[in-house]
């Protein structure tokens, strides 16, 4: 529905490992955006990219790293996953303009960390 | 204290029923505001934006008062496809646009 798409769906990790999740964002979209939804929790921002560059960072530690490719989509990495990193993990693309700040969400990455 | 604060559900309503949701944020340089719905699992999806002059879609009212930093949403006629969490979102320009979530409100809307 928004164009947003997110991969893979679902991911069970062990603690320590290391996780990559993908977004493809919405056709002329710049800028995309991570977030993470524990349960029961709204979304908490980790950082959005923008033109390949990070433009922001929420209180995530550095071993949330995130890319974003010359097609603008954007991947988000975590290392040493802990088990308080089980969350639904969003990317949301907007266009960056002054005047437009809606984000749109792709369906989201199921991680558990066992 | 929480950049932006919702009030805690659940809310159970019977259909047809008019639930207000309240919420304030913490940063008076917040720009833009939204609602947004996310149903159970799945992504959250923009409601409706809510401007200083209050805005309607259907059933749907939002408003906004910055002076006391306080957003509303009514929805009237409760329908039971109006189930879903309902979450607040600010955002400021200052900030690179991220948005800032409520922890949002549950709403049970039963027949």
């Known amino acids: 529905e928004t164009g947003v798409t997110q991969s893979p769906t679902h991911l069970i990790k062990t603690r320590g490992q290391q996780v990559t999740l993908r977004c493809s964002s919405q056709s002329g979209h710049n800028t995309v955006s991570w977030y993470q939804q524990a349960l029961g929790q709204g979304p908490q921002f980790i950082f959005q990219?923008?033109?390949?560059?990070?433009?922001g960072r929420g209180n995530f530690p550095p071993r949330f790293s995130g890319l974003q490719f010359p097609n603008y989509s954007s991947e988000l990495n975590v290392n040493a996953l802990e088990l308080d990193d089980s969350a639904l993990y969003l990317c949301a693309s907007s266009l960056r303009s002054r005047d437009e700040s809606r984000q749109y969400f792709g369906p989201g990455t199921r991680l558990t960390v066992t | 204290r929480k950049e932006v604060e919702q009030d805690p559900g659940p809310f159970n309503v019977p259909e047809g029923a008019t639930v207000a949701f309240n919420c304030t944020y913490s940063?008076?340089?917040?720009?833009?505001f939204f609602w947004y719905r996310q149903d159970c699992r799945k992504e959250p999806k923009l409601l409706m934006s809510?401007?200083?002059s209050g805005n309607e879609d259907g059933r749907f009212t939002a408003q906004l008062n910055r002076a006391s930093q306080y957003i509303s949403l009514l929805i009237r006629d409760s329908k039971l496809s109006d189930s879903a969490t309902y979450l607040c979102v600010v955002t400021s320009y200052n900030q690179g646009g991220k948005l800032i979530f409520g922890q949002g409100t549950e709403l049970s809307v039963k027949p």
């Open positions: 990219y923008y033109r390949e560059e990070e433009n």
């Open positions: 940063n008076s340089a917040s720009q833009s």
């Open positions: 809510v401007y200083s």
